[in-house]
C-alpha cells in the first residue's frame, strides 16, 4: 500500500564499513531516490516531503549509527510507518569485525562511535545498538566475503522489478573451512557426494565446467537431494509469500566450496527460476584455494 505517493520505502541500516554506500548507489542506479544519513525522527516527514510533491514512488533511506543519540527513535518512526500503512523493507548489512577493522582503517575514517580506546571497541558498540534492528530486518546481507560487484548484483537481484517476482533468492556456494555464510535462511552440505577433487582431471576444475558438473549431478544422490529440496521449497515459497517474507537466502557448501557446492547451487538455480522465484547464485569461495 502506499502512503502519499511513496509505494516503495526501503531502510538501509548496519554496520559501519559494511557496504552501505554501495547498496544505496545500486539502488539510485535502479531508480530509488536515496537520502543519506537521516535523523530517524525525520524518516515519517520526509515520506510525507517526497510522496506529496510527487518526487518519487520509490524511496530509500540511509539510516546508522552516523545518528548516535537519535538512533533509538527509528524504532518507534518504523512503527508509525507501518501503522500508516506503508510497509518499509530493510536491509541490514554487516561483516566480520576484522575485515570492517581493516576496511575502516584503510578508509582512514574515525567511527562514529569510538571515543577512546580500540577501533574493535566502537564496532562493539555498533553491534550492540544494532542488535534489534538486524533480528527483525527483511534482509540480511553479509558482506565479509563479498566484493562490490557482488554486492551490487545481491541488491539488484532483491528489489529491480519487485512487483513481477514477490520472492527472490539468493543462493550462495561455499566451502566449509572458510565458514559456513551467517546470513543464510537455509543451509544444505553437500559432503555427501562424491568429492571430484580426488580425481586429478577434475581438481584443477570447479562446478562451472561442464566436466565437474556432469560428475557430480550424474550421482543418484545428487539427483534425489535435488528433487527433494525443490519440492520442499515449493512448498515453503508459497508460506514466504503470504507471510510477508520477500527475500530467501540459501547456502550451499561442501569442503572447498569449489566443486560440489558450485555445480549444485548452479542447478537449483536453475530450477528456482523454472518456479518463477527471481534467483541469484554467487560462488562466494570459488578461487579461494
Avoid at 70 to 76: A, K, R
Avoid at 85 to 95: K, Y
Avoid at 154 to 164: G, K, L, P, V
Avoid at 265 to 272: H, K, N, P, Q, T
Wanted: hydrophobic share 40%; glycine share 8%; net charge negative.
Amino acid at each position: 500500500m502506499s502512503r502519499s505517493g511513496v509505494e516503495d520505502l526501503v531502510l538501509v541500516t548496519g554496520m559501519t564499513g559494511a557496504g552501505k554506500s554501495t547498496v544505496a548507489k545500486m539502488l539510485e542506479d535502479i531508480g530509488y531516490f536515496v537520502v543519506d544519513n537521516l535523523p530517524p525522527q525525520l524518516l515519517d516527514d520526509t515520506v510525507d516531503l517526497f510522496g506529496e510533491n510527487h518526487l518519487t514512488t520509490k524511496l530509500g533511506v540511509v539510516v546508522d549509527a552516523r545518528s548516535q543519540v537519535f538512533f533509538s527513535e527509528l524504532s518507534g518512526a518504523l512503527d508509525s510507518l507501518r501503522a500508516s500503512g506503508l510497509r518499509p523493507t530493510v536491509v541490514f548489512v554487516e561483516a566480520a569485525d576484522d575485515v570492517l577493522v581493516r576496511r575502516q582503517e584503510a578508509a582512514r575514517r574515525p567511527h562514529p562511535l569510538r571515543t577512546e580506546g580500540r577501533l574493535l571497541d566502537g564496532f562493539a558498540v555498533e553491534r550492540e545498538m544494532l542488535r534489534g534492528l538486524r533480528s527483525t530486518a527483511d534482509l540480511v546481507v553479509d558482506t565479509t566475503h563479498l566484493n562490490t560487484h557482488q554486492l551490487s548484483a545481491r541488491i539488484s537481484s532483491a528489489f529491480e522489478d519487485a512487483d513481477e517476482h514477490p520472492l527472490r533468492a539468493t543462493v550462495v556456494s561455499f566451502g566449509f573451512k572458510y565458514g559456513i555464510p551467517v546470513d543464510a535462511d537455509m543451509v544444505a552440505d553437500m559432503r555427501f557426494l562424491p568429492n571430484p577433487f580426488w580425481i586429478d582431471e577434475l581438481r584443477p576444475l570447479s562446478g562451472l565446467d561442464d566436466a565437474v558438473r556432469e560428475h557430480v549431478l550424474g550421482q543418484g544422490d545428487a539427483k534425489r537431494f535435488l528433487d527433494q529440496y525443490e519440492a520442499l521449497l515449493a512448498t515453503l515459497t508459497g508460506g514466504f509469500v503470504r507471510e510477508n517474507k520477500r527475500f530467501l537466502s540459501l547456502a550451499i557448501g561442501c569442503t572447498g566450496g569449489r566443486h560440489r557446492s558450485v555445480a549444485m547451487a548452479e542447478e537449483l538455480g536453475r530450477r528456482l527460476r523454472d518456479h518463477d522465484v527471481r534467483t541469484l547464485v554467487i560462488h562466494r569461495d570459488l578461487g579461494r584455494e
